[in-house]
């Protein structure tokens, strides 16, 4: 089991600057890939970025590539979710998630942070 608890939500101005941050307890930290997804009002669940477990590889959504950053810190069990320049459509809860580096799909989430930008 992992357990995933995020931080550092809140309310922004568009164009302000904000960090997700995700910290995992539970089996080795850097055994998982690891992913940010938001779900905003309305609306599924949707992937935002991704970073496999080494930290060398990571992705992201065409709507967020150049504003956000994902990053992790395997000796702190951390992973991190830097977004700038963030917009209203932006606005959602955020949530981190972890999945063994062989699985497609992700067997962990953590119960979200709200990202409220307003404009």
């Known amino acids: 089991q992992v357990q995933l608890v995020e931080s550092g939500g809140g309310l922004v101005q568009a164009g302000g600057s904000l960090r997700l941050s995700c910290g995992a307890a539970?089996?080795?930290?850097?055994?998982?890939?690891m992913g940010w997804f938001r779900q905003a009002p309305g609306k599924e669940r949707a992937f935002v970025a991704a970073?496999?477990?080494?930290?060398?590889?990571?992705s992201y959504a065409d709507s967020v590539k150049g504003r956000f950053t994902i990053s992790r810190d395997n000796a702190k069990n951390t992973v991190y979710l830097q977004m700038n320049d963030l917009k209203p459509e932006d606005t959602a809860v955020y949530y981190c998630?972890?999945?063994?580096?062989?699985?497609?799909?992700?067997?962990?989430w953590g119960q979200g942070t709200q990202v409220t930008v307003s404009s």
């Open positions: 539970g089996r080795t930290f850097s055994w998982y890939d």
């Open positions: 998630a972890a999945k063994s580096t062989m699985r497609n799909e992700y067997d962990y």
């Open positions: 970073i496999r477990w080494s930290g060398g590889r990571t």
